[in-house]
Nanobody
């Protein structure tokens, strides 16, 4: 199993910045994707940004040019740098990875517990 621990959420004024971190409890896996999703009140969970195994990075249109995802393999940590935050970025942000553990043949999804980001006017 893999545990993901997120940090970095909080309250920020519109136009401000936050950096989210997501640390994995282990590094012995084959990673397919790692990324961030968010869920705003009354809305479905949506992809924010993801790093694909081949190195490609996908961003939601709503965050392009403002958010940057990165990964530090030595620290087993994924980051989401969020700049120019808007009121509509308010949501619970979830870290996600899709990995294959040693000795297994399938990729499985793992989620963090979520960290709340609140953007105020």
């Amino acid at each position: 199993q893999v545990q993901l621990v997120e940090s970095g959420g909080g309250l920020v004024q519109a136009g401000g910045s936050l950096r989210l971190s997501c640390a994995a409890s282990r590094s012995t896996f084959t990673i397919n994707t790692s990324g961030w999703y968010r869920q705003a009140p009354g809305k479905q969970r949506e992809l924010v940004a993801a790093i694909i195994s081949d190195g490609d990075i996908n961003y939601a249109d709503s965050v392009k040019g403002r958010f940057t995802i990165s990964r530090d393999n030595a620290k087993n940590t994924v980051y989401l740098q969020m700049n120019s935050l808007k009121l509509e970025d308010t949501a619970v942000y979830y870290c996600h990875i899709k990995v294959r553990l040693p000795g297994t043949w399938t990729f499985n999804d793992y989620w963090g517990q979520g960290t709340l980001v609140t953007v105020s006017s």
